[in-house]
């Protein structure tokens, strides 16, 4: 039976604008997100991995419209949601929610957590009095928390503790869609297997569907059901987890890979991780042809002058590469 796309970015872009000059008039701009295109069905985890500043984390908030995207198209559920006015998107921020990689600065200091769970219920109007009160226990139970954390604040718990109640928080308003912006990385490790284990169990339960931004590439490979790779703003690869991770064909997704610790030492020596040369291009300027041919061991003078087209090389397997 044909998946169901919930999410479906088609040449989504966001730049940022960079002004410069005595009078400010030389204007350049950031491409953090550069035409990027691709689908999340009702009910998987999608991965998106990729080193630090390759605009995994602004393609989430675009899709989410905290940014406004500058071209492109976003569609939940069929319907255009790129172009929606506040009053026209507020349907779709009830079933599009983020959890944030911060679990500290994501939450108000200055409000307990039944005020920062209760507040998406007073936003969408979703309920009030006893029923909300109630409403936001079985939310903290939920995420494993329980009455006596209701009025406590910010500063009084855990990391771990912080991030399910970002959590909570995210579900209250009984979304569909929820973006992961790296929720782990600022865990201990042992925490971050109960996290995992937990958005597991709620996507199971609630049929949930995740957009998961990480840099841990085991913890993505455990979660995720696709897997797209982001390099300067663009996708290079697309593919489902295993195939991803065992028939990889981008250079980049390889040497990517490869960095994955092991803890064998013996193994590790002999896994052949692959050391890339020269320095990421700016996003200022990004290069005419293939924007990784510049660290690229294999890359010819097509890859420096073309951008590779961004294919199928083999069912539900997408590179974006010249030599694939």
Do not use: W
Request: proline share 5%; aromatic share 8%.
């Amino acid at each position: 039976m044909e998946q169901h796309h919930l999410i479906e970015a088609e040449n989504l872009s966001m730049y940022f604008k960079k002004v410069k000059g005595v009078v400010k008039q030389k204007i350049s701009y950031v491409k953090a997100v550069d035409n990027v295109s691709f689908f999340i069905d009702k009910g998987e985890t999608f991965g998106l991995v990729g080193e630090s500043g390759c605009g995994k984390t602004t393609t989430g908030r675009a899709i989410s419209r905290l940014y406004e995207p500058t071209g492109g198209s976003v569609r939940y559920d069929g319907a255009d949601i790129t172009h929606l006015n506040a009053k026209e998107f507020m349907p779709y921020r009830k079933k599009i929610q983020m959890i944030f990689q911060d679990p500290y600065a994501s939450l108000n200091p200055r409000m307990t957590v039944a005020d920062i769970v209760g507040e998406p219920l007073d936003i969408h109007h979703i309920c009030s009095g006893k029923q909300r009160e109630e409403y936001i226990l079985e939310l903290l139970r939920r995420v494993g928390l329980n009455k006596d954390h209701a009025s406590r604040y910010p500063h009084e718990f855990s990391g771990g503790q912080r991030q399910r109640v970002g959590i909570a928080r995210a579900l209250a308003v009984n979304p569909e869609f929820i973006i992961c912006d790296e929720p782990i990385s600022a865990l201990d490790v042992s925490i971050q297997a109960q996290v995992i284990n937990m958005l597991e169990d709620l996507q199971e339960e609630l049929g949930l569907t995740y957009l998961f931004v990480a840099h841990d590439l085991s913890m993505v490979r455990h979660i995720s059901d696709r897997v797209g790779v982001m390099y300067l703003g663009s996708l290079v690869e697309i593919a489902e987890t295993e195939e991803l991770y065992n028939h990889n064909q981008h250079p980049y997704t390889k040497a990517l890979l490869s960095a994955i610790p092991i803890a064998d030492p013996v193994l590790s020596r002999q896994s052949g991780q692959i050391l890339l040369e020269g320095d990421v291009p700016s996003p200022l300027n990004s290069p005419a042809g293939c924007k990784f041919a510049s660290r690229c061991p294999y890359a010819k003078n097509e890859c420096r002058d073309r951008a590779p087209e961004f294919k199928e090389a083999a069912r539900g397997h997408f590179v974006a590469c010249h030599l694939v």
